[in-house]
């Protein structure tokens, strides 16, 4: 759509997406502009989610699903034959809507990507965790507490950590599912400061329900809602703020000026 | 305002519930009121470390009963926890859901088989196959752990299930998001998240198998030495008590109910570490 084709990180060409006999998506076309925010936003059941996991290819933990059309990862099929799952998610990673920190120290959460991928070093993992905290403001906060239980950091934290984590394995492309509604407001806007700084060299792409928070850190919107058939569709994308003030859809309109969802 | 009948019923109740407390409590002061008194006499330490168990003789040690419990116990452990943990994760992870509807009742049903039936079976295959095959009298520590692995297995399976099947959806999710393997999310991430619950699961197993009696009576020889290979026989503390109780009075009766002091010791330890692991998350 409105984004240069070179400079598309990820493109959806005619992405269905089916669990089993249900179809959840129709018909998605879209290109997901570099080092860029972009969010998809859109009613409670229109299949946000599902979109984005199949950036990831997360969906292929459903059994029965099923993607007809294309996504391209920098001109790439990802769900070509060959491709490799788990390189994909190390290029694309995931922070989820709850944070999901896992049941052990602050350091073991960040070094457990990397070190499965071979790096072994003390001096080495010492330092992702460094630069992967700092990235999420988190080092001054903890530095002295590595060994301690990152379930015990608050949740704002937690959620920092996860996107730390995610980080540590040096992604092209972070999905944030939602990765703020289980959060308080302050939490929230560190997270969303976060995202800004991020974005210089990440591409990434958020579900939201907050309308604000859409509007506050995307460059593109994507406006998804539920056609006549209960599919999921992508009914509008543009820029952030050509959607906020001058929506093209009468759909997105009543969206975003709350008439519903 | 309650009904008098609402407050009867609950009464009633909860002397129901007592009464299943008071058989524990009635049991316990009933073992230690018969066997304190010979330990007493003979000596803690003379009666725990006694290498000698001659009744006839008036002598008590139980120290080779338990050399015994412990050696099958541990036998046990080796071979049935990994079998068993890996079932676990086999289940909770890969098994497709026909297949694991298949497995489950099956093995509650290995539950359920009486321990007698597996001590004949261990005495008429087990016991034989060692004989021939590895030598010594086929009846032998080796033997009574086979069969005491078995024995736990719907433990530690069950148990070890449950405790990863409990843990939050995320974890995995997040694991894979990461770009981890469905192996490394288990090893890395699921079995140490899952860790307590597959310890308890442990213990408990370990607290079957040191309680086990008919089986073991029937496959383990029953010689009261210590053993020096694992295809020796061996005495446990439980088969001790079985064997003996059938012809036993007096001082050696007596003799009998301290082995059982000793083994209620331990099973409560045993279950109290689990209860605690468990807990402490």
């Known amino acids: 759509m409105s984004v240069p084709s070179q400079n598309a990180k990820l493109k959806a060409k005619s992405a269905h997406l089916y669990y089993g006999a249900y179809h959840a998506l129709k018909d998605v076309t879209f290109d997901i502009p570099k080092r860029a925010i972009t969010a998809i936003i859109g009613p409670s059941g229109c299949g946000k989610s599902s979109l984005l996991r199949m950036f990831n290819r997360m969906n292929d933990l459903i059994p029965g699903a099923r993607v007809e059309g294309d996504i391209l990862l920098n001109g790439e099929s990802i769900y070509q034959k060959s491709m490799d799952v788990v390189s994909l998610r190390k290029k694309v990673g995931m922070v989820f809507q709850k944070p999901n920190v896992f049941p052990m120290s602050i350091y073991d959460n960040i070094t457990i990507g990397p070190k499965r991928y071979g790096i072994k070093g003390r001096a080495e993992l010492d330092e992702i965790v460094e630069r992967s905290l700092s990235q999420v403001t988190m080092w001054n906060e903890v530095k002295d507490e590595l060994k301690k239980p990152g379930l015990l950091l608050s949740a704002g934290a937690q959620q920092r950590l996860c996107i730390a984590r995610a980080l540590a394995v040096e992604p092209d492309v972070i999905l944030m599912d939602e990765s703020c509604s289980a959060l308080d407001p302050e939490s929230t806007m560190k997270i969303e400061e976060l995202m800004l700084e991020l974005t210089g060299k990440y591409t990434i792409i958020i579900v939201t329900h907050n309308m604000e928070q859409a509007r506050r850190v995307s460059d593109m919107s994507a406006f998804m809602m539920i056609d006549h058939d209960k599919v999921g569709i992508l009914a509008e994308y543009s820029p952030t703020v050509e959607m906020f003030s001058n929506p093209k859809d009468q759909r997105t309109e009543d969206y975003i000026t709350g008439r519903f969802g | ?281």
């Open chain 2, 1 to 281: 305002m309650k009904t008098f009948r609402e407050n009867l019923s609950g009464y009633i109740f909860m002397l129901l519930a007592l009464s299943s407390i008071s058989a524990l409590a009635l049991i316990t002061v009933f073992i230690i009121v018969q066997g304190a008194p010979l330990i007493a006499d003979v000596g803690v330490i003379d009666f725990i470390f006694g290498m000698t168990w001659a009744p006839s003789q008036g002598e008590y040690g139980i120290f080779p009963m338990i050399i015994g419990s412990l050696s099958v116990t541990l036998g046990a452990v080796i071979l049935g926890v990994p079998v068993g943990i890996c079932c676990a994760i086999f289940l909770a992870e890969f098994a497709p859901v026909k297949l694991r509807n298949l497995f489950r009742p099956a093995i509650q049903l290995l539950a359920g088989i009486p321990s007698v039936v597996y001590g004949f079976w261990g005495l008429i295959f087990i016991v034989p196959f060692i004989r021939d095959y590895l030598g010594g009298p086929g009846l032998s520590i080796l033997a009574a752990s086979v069969i005491l692995a078995i024995m736990i297995l719907p433990t530690v399976i069950s148990i070890s299930e449950v405790s990863i099947l409990a843990l939050p959806r995320q974890y995995k999710e997040g694991a894979l998001a990461l770009g981890m393997t469905h192996w490394q999310t288990i090893f890395y991430v699921i079995l140490p998240a899952a860790k307590s619950g597959i310890v308890a699961a442990i213990i408990l197993g370990i607290g079957r198998a040191i309680g086990e009696t008919m089986a073991v009576i029937m496959v383990v020889g029953n010689a009261t030495a210590i053993p020096t290979s694992i295809l020796d026989p061996v005495r446990t503390l439980t088969t001790n008590i079985g064997i003996e109780m059938g012809y036993a009075s007096g001082e050696h009766r007596q003799a009998l109910f301290a082995t059982g002091i000793v083994l209620f010791i331990i099973i409560m330890v045993l279950n109290s570490l689990a209860q605690y692991i468990t807990r402490k998350k």
